[in-house]
């Protein structure tokens, strides 16, 4: 299994968007390398939600149920071509607190992370320790409530 974390505006799909039930499609990736990188997702994989715009923190869990494929909303040769893919998610669980990325840019451990080094990447790698990392914080945050 893969970890990924996945980029979204909140006022246009939020993980609470996600979390109201049933399988969503991931789609509206358009950077050639978050492409490369959707390609890559299999099923079973779990990816972060992401929050971008004012709000900048973690905030959920979604495990890949279908592996890429053609966006469905593409025409025509840009369809069948292959270049932009979609997956399939399914809302596993919210965090115990949001991550904020000041938090996350303020460790050591995250410092090579696609997510601090490149801000624009809507797809980013995740390593298990990362992933781990993640949620010692969010329990941590969730503890001083």
């Known amino acids: 299994m893969a970890y990924w974390l996945l980029k979204t505006e909140p006022g246009e799909f939020s993980a609470h968007d996600i979390a109201k039930g049933g399988k969503h ?3 509206g990736v358009s950077n050639p390398t978050a492409l490369i990188h959707l390609r890559n997702f299999a099923v079973g994989d779990q990816a972060f939600i992401y929050h971008t ?6 905030v959920s869990i979604v495990e890949i149920t279908k592996a890429a494929y053609p966006d469905p909303k593409r025409k025509g040769p840009e369809r069948e071509s292959g270049k932009f893919v979609v997956v399939g998610l399914w809302h596993l669980e ?6 904020p990325l000041a938090l996350i840019k303020s460790h050591k451990e995250f410092a090579e992370w696609d997510l601090v080094r490149i801000g624009r990447l809507s797809v980013v790698p ?3 320790a990362q992933w ?7 329990l941590e ?4 409530k």
């Open 53 to 58: 715009g004012s709000e900048k923190q973690i």
């Open 94 to 99: 919210m965090l115990e607190a949001p991550v």
């Open 126 to 128: 995740t390593s298990e």
């Open 141 to 144: 945050l969730s503890n001083k």
């Open 25 to 27: 499609v991931w789609d």
């Open 132 to 138: 781990n990392k993640v949620f010692e914080l969010s």
